[in-house]
């Protein structure tokens, strides 16, 4: 069991931080547990006021270790060795000495028993696993109901949607758009993989129709629709350094992507979840700097672009910046409304990523 603190000025700095001033760890209580051969049972660092006792050790090489003021805070408070208790036992300063840890356990609410009438766990045949969760604006899908999800698919050349419903099978009745579909009959609950055929802005809709399993008769009509968008991308990655931060002057930025790449790439879509690892065995996983470059024709009118990005993010349209979001940040959405010319246009994405996840994407749609 480990409490720590340590000082995260970027935790300390967030409206989270400064609402819980300094976000202590304190105040614990740790009553009550049996340690199994473990090394070090609990470990409390940089943790103060916390009540340990009436827990039992086996087999550990330490019971308690302290680090820094956790050291400092546990020489203030009484420390015993209760023969009626189980092991060793941190007392509070001020709390008496015939203080017994049932007077504490009471303070805790009981467990309700026999309330509800749901199990909360699944049934045997349940469907299970991460591929199987899907949280709309309800809450948790529970496959009581038929449905497609996503219902709108937005950006890449490919993208996927579940039909999704208790029993049945589900067939495509009608696509319009230049898009395939596959597969386009199947079993509930099953994945459909949507690709643009051409390149371009791709608008499309799906019409499907679901039977039920036992009548065989249609018993709901469902659609899926969205822009797909497949181009043909350059993609540059750039590695940098904590003193050219891209945050902080434009030169900085000017002086990582006019050296040479450390790695380029060609893409349909530009659709990246790098999570915490890297682009490429040759960029680094973190202080890496994509730029990515196209031509697109659009009709006139107005445009959405959107991006999703970890961190910084910025688009050009024809060398006029149309969207920034040029902070450190988690994935995040920006949206931005254009209008534009007929004819092709010159896109460019540009974006940093200065350390954990990283995350780059790129829609455009009507
Ligand atoms: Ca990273
Ligand atoms: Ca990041």
């Known amino acids: 069991m480990h409490l720590w603190w340590d000082n995260d000025e970027d935790l300390l700095a967030t409206p989270f931080g400064e609402a819980h001033k300094g976000c202590p760890s304190k105040d614990n209580r740790v009553i009550g547990n049996s340690f199994y051969r473990v090394q ?97 604006e309800w809450g948790p899908y529970d496959f009581s109901d038929y449905c497609v999800f996503p219902a709108v698919l937005r950006g890449g050349a490919v993208r996927y949607f579940n039909v999704l419903g208790p029993a049945g099978r589900f067939h495509i009745t009608k696509t319009t758009g230049p898009v395939t579909v596959e597969p386009t009959a199947g079993a509930l609950p099953c994945k459909v993989r949507v690709a643009a055929t051409g390149e371009g802005v791709q608008p499309f809709k799906i019409e499907l129709t679901i039977a039920d399993k036992e009548h065989k008769t249609a018993v709901k009509d469902l659609a899926v629709e969205g822009t797909l968008l497949s181009a043909q991308w350059n993609v540059s990655f750039y590695s940098w350094t904590a003193d050219k931060d891209p945050r902080e002057s434009e030169e900085n930025w000017s002086a990582i992507v006019q050296q040479q790449p450390v790695e380029t ?19 680094p996983r973190d202080h890496f700097a994509t730029v990515a470059t196209t031509r697109l024709s659009l009709p006139a009118g107005k445009w959405r672009v959107r991006t999703v990005s970890d961190d910084g ?3 050009f349209i024809d060398a006029k910046q149309a969207l920034a979001n040029w902070t450190w940040h988690a994935p995040t959405v920006d949206e931005a409304l254009v209008d534009l010319p007929a004819g092709a246009h010159d896109i460019r994405v540009e974006h940093f990523e200065i350390d954990g996840y990283a995350q780059l994407q790129f829609g455009i749609e009507p």
């Not at 103060?48 to 308690?64: E, I, M, Q, R, S």
């Not at 203030?76 to 001020?94: F, Q, S, Y």
């Not at 790439?265 to 960029?283: I, N, R, Y």
């Open 313 to 315: 993010v910025r688009v």
């Open 40 to 136: 070090r049972a609990i470990r409390l660092a940089e943790d103060v006021g916390t009540l340990v006792c009436d827990n039992a050790f086996v087999a550990c090489d330490k019971p308690v270790e302290l680090v820094g003021r956790s050291q400092e805070d546990a020489e203030a408070a009484v420390w015993m060795d209760a023969p009626g208790l189980k092991e060793v036992v941190i007392l509070r300063p001020g709390m008496d000495a015939a203080w017994q840890p049932r007077d504490v356990l009471a303070e805790f609410p009981k467990l309700m028993t026999g309330s509800g009438t749901q199990s909360a766990f699944l049934p045997k045949d349940a469907l299970r696993g991460r591929e199987y969760i899907f949280i709309d």
């Open 265 to 283: 790439m060609t893409v349909q879509s530009l659709d990246f979840t790098w999570a915490g690892g890297a682009p490429s065995e040759k960029v």
